[in-house]
């Protein structure tokens, strides 16, 4: 979805502008990808979280 939004040169400078981002493909999702792809949505944040939180309990 984001290629067709915005292009790949837009991802590319998000992903060069956030250094603590994981960039995660949702097979099957499109703008609204917490609705599409829930369940990969909220692993996908929650694997970035344990990974750069450390010890930080979600809130």
Do not use: K
């Not at 250094?19 to 995660?24: I, K, L, N, P």
């Not at 097979?27 to 917490?34: C, F, L, S």
């Amino acid at each position: 979805m984001w290629a067709a939004a915005f292009g790949i040169p837009v991802l590319r400078r998000m992903e060069a502008t956030f250094a603590d981002h994981r960039t995660v493909l949702l097979e099957g999702a499109n703008h609204y990808w917490q609705d599409d792809a829930p369940e990969a949505a909220c692993r996908a944040i929650r694997d970035w979280f344990a990974d750069s939180a450390g010890d930080r309990e979600p809130v």
